[in-house]
């Protein structure tokens, strides 16, 4: 990769639960997510939904981090997931599980809804996919979420999303919704050690013109 340093500063750091530093004893120790008192900050009123569905929304953080930087208007993240249901984005299995994020009805909403280009790279190396990464461009990509700990060997690549704001000719800035200090917010990494938990697709981001 030969393109120059380029990092958004200033892109707020969500996790997918209610407060960073909650995230170490809920997946380290399956720690009850209800436990922290912000659970219900991003909008939840009902326990059981919100325990349920906090560790399936990394995609909705992403979002939000991205709509707030761009200082685009939305409603709290319980109403987007709604909305997102009502969109195709997420499916409910008839197991009890949920597929999703699932890429094209979320670019067809996140468009419509916000006046966001969504970019849809379901095959692109990680270098070309951070590459596109502009002035007025960000990336979620699919990772494991094992990239919380870069330092251990990883099982598998995919199953989770992260927000890419920077990057430089060796690797690249991310917001991890599901990360643990140090790697949790504005964390950079060589691609040679993203590449490890990447699934090989992604998404950009690109706000409408100003």
Not at 41 to 49: I, K, L, Q, Y
Not at 72 to 83: G, S, V
Not at 89 to 97: A, E, I, L, T
Request: proline share 8%.
């Amino acid at each position: 990769m030969n393109e120059p340093t380029l990092r958004h500063t200033g892109v707020p750091y969500y996790t997918q639960w209610g407060s960073p530093e909650w995230v170490r004893h809920i997946v380290e120790q399956q720690g009850d997510p209800c436990d922290d008192p912000g659970w219900q900050r991003s909008g939840f009123t009902e326990p059981e939904r919100y325990r349920f569905w906090a560790k399936r929304l990394c995609g909705l953080t992403c979002l939000e981090s991205a709509l707030d930087y761009w200082r685009i208007e939305h409603a709290p993240r319980a109403a987007l997931l709604d909305e997102a249901l009502r969109r195709g984005v997420y499916r409910m299995r008839d197991d009890g599980g949920v597929d999703g994020l699932i890429y094209r009805p979320f670019a067809d909403w996140t468009g419509e809804a916000f006046g966001i280009q969504v970019e849809v790279l379901p095959q692109a190396p990680l270098e070309e996919l951070a590459a596109r990464i502009d002035g007025d461009t960000l990336a979620i990509v699919s990772v494991s979420p094992e990239i919380r700990y870069p330092e251990r060997p990883n099982r598998r690549q995919g199953g989770h999303l992260i927000l890419l704001h920077g990057r430089d000719r060796g690797g690249a800035w991310f917001h991890n919704p599901s990360g643990v200090a140090p790697h949790q917010a504005d964390v950079y990494l060589p691609f040679a050690t993203m590449a490890r938990f990447y699934a090989g697709r992604g998404m950009t981001l690109t706000r409408a013109a100003r």
